[in-house]
């Protein structure tokens, strides 16, 4: 599955670099870095890039795969003001097509929400039909009665949150294998398509036998490292798995990821455990005591497997680094959406890779600005963590933002969206930073051949520009996923 030996890659630009090259691939990986026209003659192809900027390929550090692969089929209430309104898109739904099956909704933001999203809301709406909207941060879900019967017996509550949430959303696919694994095959070539060659897959669930599975049936357009959540810790262990080792018989695309343990909930769904209170009073939610952290991640460490620990709120980033300074071991922070001043020089300091959401700013600026009022000077600092030595790893936790690293990139760098103000312009990163922390290889000879063809320059594109991102081609150790150029 690699390149003939000798193909050239020539008369590219290089972002940063004043004169083009001719970039020649072999086994998979970059061989030579040659001034344009320099390449050795005879080679088995030669493909001009007539001046196209050639750059590493893309990763997104954060999804939820088989979620993101489903997405595009549910019912999309994120346009939704208010819970009414999310009713009646159900109605036009169950109107549009009836039948049994279950309404799956997603994307809607109840923090900014006049009324209560309530279980007779969505009866009065899909009669006894069952409805699960799951909200656009995953970390709830609105049930209506004859959901509840299905997915929650014995529950009151029509909005679930957290662990009673998690455990409906695992269940809600009415796909079979053979069927997910086509839509999760349509996904990865179309994340292709905007120049990603990898993917940190955090789909809750044991995903060992699901990529190799896929990657069995020939999905090869993605590079995939899996991680392990909690449940399923001591069976990763036993079998010997450890971050960073790749998995026979996969043609080198699957790799063990991180170990992924969830420390508190989410902005809109007031569950991000803060030191401030939120308007209502609360806090948000500790899943696990300081004790329990660091029991669970040391766990982890002692048997090879790096941390990447869930945390947004303040309190939590604060309790999460503790737990890394207590075990002297480096790792991840998912989200890292809220970090106290003091905080934020410990993770360069610890080893601590910021592993953030960009895009997440945009979307939650509204809701940040209502609930965490007076500290959004604090929300998503990404260009102090760049100034203080952290190492950034962008992704999009598809699918609460979508699966297109460009769109991180383009809130790194603009901190806008939609026409709208720079939200705190002062965090805004350098585009070099932003492009450095969506990739994981340059272009250099001996690194791998997962390149991406580009149509501008990313260095020099504002923030709509880099939101559309022309991308030519995309190749995965130097075979093409994605090809506009033969």
């Known amino acids: 599955m690699t390149a003939a030996p000798g193909l050239v890659l020539a008369e590219a630009r290089v972002p940063g670099r004043d004169e083009p090259v001719d970039v020649v691939l072999a086994g998979g990986r970059i061989h030579a870095v040659v001034p344009a026209g320099a390449a050795v003659a005879g080679a088995a ?28 089929r549910r019912l999309d209430v994120s346009r939704a003001a208010s819970a009414a309104e999310a009713a009646a898109l159900v109605r036009e739904r169950a109107d549009a097509q009836p039948g049994d099956e279950v309404i799956v ?13 309530t279980r007779e809301l969505l009866d009065a709406a899909a009669s006894d039909r069952a409805v699960v909207l799951v909200a656009g941060d995953l970390h709830c879900s609105w049930l209506n009665s004859a959901a509840a019967r299905v997915f929650a017996p014995g529950s009151m509550e029509a909005v679930l949150r957290e662990d009673d949430s998690f ?16 839509w999760a095959a349509d996904a990865a070539h179309a994340a292709a398509t905007r120049g990603v060659v990898g993917i940190v897959d955090l789909e809750y669930g044991w995903n060992l036998d699901v990529w190799r599975r896929r990657l069995a049936a020939g999905a090869g357009a ?39 343990v969830i420390s508190d909930g989410s902005l809109n769904t007031r569950t991000a455990l803060c030191e401030h209170p939120y308007p209502d009073g609360g806090h948000g939610v500790a899943n696990l005591s300081p004790a329990e952290l660091v029991d669970r991640m040391r766990f982890a460490v002692d048997h090879g497997l790096e941390p990447a620990v869930h945390a947004i709120g303040d309190e939590a980033n604060r309790r999460a680094l ?54 959004t000077d604090r929300a998503f600092p990404l260009a102090e963590l760049h100034r203080s030595g952290a190492r950034l790893a962008f992704g999009s936790d598809a699918p609460v933002a979508p699966l297109d690293p460009w769109l991180a990139i383009a809130s790194a760098v603009g901190r806008t969206r939609d026409g709208r103000e720079p939200w705190h312009p002062e965090q805004r990163l350098p585009a070099e930073a932003a492009l ?14 997962d390149l991406a063809v580009l149509d501008r320059d990313p260095l020099a594109a504002g923030p709509d520009e880099l939101r559309t991102m022309p991308v030519a081609a995309t190749l995965l150790a130097g075979r093409f996923t994605h090809d506009t150029l033969r």
């Open 45 to 72: 192809e030669r493909l001009p890039l007539d001046g196209r900027w050639l750059v590493p390929g893309l990763w997104d550090q954060h999804v939820h795969f088989t979620q993101w692969a489903q997405t595009a």
């Open 105 to 117: 909704g997603f994307g809607f933001h109840d923090a900014l929400w006049p009324d209560v999203p």
């Open 167 to 182: 455990a409906v959303t695992s269940r809600l696919s009415a796909a079979d294998d053979a069927t997910l694994d086509r």
């Open 222 to 260: 993605l590079r995939v490292e899996f991680g392990v959540y909690s449940d399923d810790l001591e069976r990763a262990t036993a079998l010997g798995l450890r971050t960073g080792a790749r998995i026979d018989d996969t043609d080198g695309l699957l790799t063990v990821g991180p170990f992924k």
């Open 322 to 375: 503790d737990a890394f300074e207590a075990l002297r071991a480096g790792g991840r922070i998912e989200h890292a959406q809220l970090i106290d001043a003091s905080d934020v020089p410990r993770f360069a300091r610890l080893g601590v890779t910021a592993s953030v959401q960009p895009e997440h700013a945009m979307d939650d600026r509204d809701v940040a600005d209502r609930l965490w009022a007076g500290r």
């Open 436 to 449: 450095g922390a969506s990739v994981r290889s340059s272009v250099a000879p001996g690194e791998p051949a």
